[in-house]
């Protein structure tokens, strides 16, 4: 499964790039890497639902690794999103779970802390793609039912309007009935040999 992962790696310093790349190669996952907030936006929405996980630096020139978490969750809202930084604040942890981020790593980067994050990120990413296609599948058949209700609800409203124009129709023929009879026995009473 790792083989098949894709993270897309966002850091303005090349050498970050390249060393974190090559730890991630080196674990089986497929990296992208992007040196601005504004190229990896881009690129997600270029390839929607590419990306497992995006791991991105907070201190960047133009648009913040904040900007990008919040702007990225537009564009794809199942992607992972984890930070990495060397300013780790309590306001900047804060800042970046409201936006959505599964968790942080400090730099500098170690490869087993690294291969590890990510590897409890993809866990974390499947769970969120089941419980998506459960959700999907949830409305699928609440769609169904609401379909196979309103049909059965129509079904008994016809046979109820049938039942309703039957009984009108049989006391109908009823009244008409009993009023000849009325006519026949007033008749007989009009009768002048009736005895």
Do not use: W
């Amino acid at each position: 499964v790792l083989f098949r992962s894709h993270v897309l790696v966002v850091d303005d310093e090349p050498a970050v790039l390249e060393l974190v790349g090559t730890m991630l190669n080196r674990k089986g996952f497929q990296t992208t890497t992007c040196g601005t907030a504004a190229d990896a936006i881009a690129n997600v929405k270029r390839n929607p639902g590419v990306y497992d996980i995006l791991l991105t630096d907070l201190s960047m020139p133009g648009k913040s690794g904040i900007d990008l978490l919040h702007e990225i969750t537009d564009a794809d809202d199942l992607i992972v999103k984890i930070v990495m930084t060397g300013f780790a604040t309590v306001d900047t942890a804060v800042d970046c779970l409201r936006e959505g981020a599964y968790d942080f790593i400090q730099k500098p980067v170690r490869l087993g802390e690294l291969s590890a994050l990510v590897g409890r990120a993809l866990e974390y990413r499947t769970l969120r793609l089941e419980n998506s296609r459960y959700q999907s599948h949830i409305e699928e058949l609440v769609r169904e039912r609401s379909a196979q209700l309103v049909t059965t609800l129509e079904d008994v409203r016809r046979a109820h309007t049938f039942t309703l124009e039957a009984l009108v129709a049989m006391l109908d023929a009823r009244e008409n009935q009993t009023g000849k009879r009325s006519e026949e026995h007033t008749s007989e009473l009009q009768s002048p040999y009736v005895i």
